[in-house]
């Protein structure tokens, strides 16, 4: 295992440790597999929500579209947002919402 130079052994998550680059691609992959399941799940989804809402394919393609932007743009915004405001702020903000959410679902 390489040292550093003070004499201590590298950390085994620091760029100077051999296997780095394999924690860096295990990460990558597990990301791209994320993002294959999420994209199956809807395309399994959208015959049945083409029959309960009652939409055409030119319509429910809108729903992709939709999904792939909310996922492009979206996710990396909110974790910037997340690093600027604070993980501790966010977190609750995001609980808040979610309390609030379940709080008018179950009033509906």
Known sequence: MPEEGNGKKA???SPDHPSHKWWVTLALMLGILT?????GTL???LPSMMTNLRADVETIQWVVTSFMVTRTVVM???GWVAAVAGSRT????GLLIY????VLCGLS
């Open 11 to 13: 950390a085994w998550l």
């Open 35 to 39: 993002q294959g399941l999420n994209f």
């Open 43 to 45: 395309n399994v989804a």
């Open 76 to 78: 990396p915004t909110i």
């Open 90 to 93: 966010f977190y609750l903000v």
């Open 99 to 102: 309390i609030v959410g379940s």
